[in-house]
C-alpha cells in the first residue's frame, strides 16, 4: 500500500506565498518523479511542477520564476513554495508520485486527495 498526504493549502491575497507539502508512504522501492498538478473550476488538471529523484526540475510556464519545487529524498516528501500568487492560481492541487511500489515490477501513478489553494483579496 501507498499513501500520499498532501497539506498546506488556504486562502492568501493576491502577491501572497503558500507552501504545499506531500509525503510519499508505505511500500515504496524506488521513487522515479515527484510533483504538483492541479485543477480549477471547469478546466482539465493541468501539470505545475515535477522533480525527479535525482533533482532535475520541470515547471510550467506560467509558474516559472514564482514556484519552487524541492524534495527531501529520505523523508519521500516534496515541496511547493509558491510565491507572488494571482487570481489565475486559483485551484485544488494534486500531488503525484511515479514510483515502484515493494509489490510491483514496474513504475504505478499515485495522487494525492487534493488541497485547495485559493488566491483572493
Known amino acids: 500500500q501507498v499513501h500520499m498526504v498532501e497539506s498546506g493549502g488556504g486562502l492568501v491575497q493576491p502577491g501572497g506565498s503558500l507552501r504545499l507539502s506531500c509525503v510519499a508512504s508505505?511500500?515504496?522501492?524506488?521513487?522515479?518523479?515527484m510533483g504538483w498538478y492541479r485543477q480549477a473550476p471547469g478546466k482539465q488538471r493541468e501539470l505545475v511542477a515535477t522533480?525527479?529523484?535525482?533533482?532535475?526540475?520541470n515547471y510550467a510556464d506560467s509558474v516559472k520564476g514564482r514556484f519552487t519545487i524541492s524534495e527531501v529524498d529520505a523523508k519521500n516528501t516534496v515541496y511547493l513554495q509558491m510565491n507572488s500568487l494571482k487570481p489565475e492560481d486559483t485551484a485544488v492541487y494534486y500531488c503525484?508520485?511515479?514510483?515502484?511500489?515493494?509489490?510491483?515490477?514496474?513504475?504505478?501513478?499515485?495522487w494525492g486527495q487534493g488541497t485547495q489553494v485559493s488566491v483572493s483579496s
Open positions: 508505505g511500500s515504496i522501492r524506488i521513487i522515479n518523479v
Open positions: 503525484n508520485a511515479n514510483l515502484v511500489p515493494v509489490s510491483g515490477a514496474r513504475p504505478y501513478d499515485y
Open positions: 522533480i525527479t529523484w535525482g533533482g532535475r526540475t
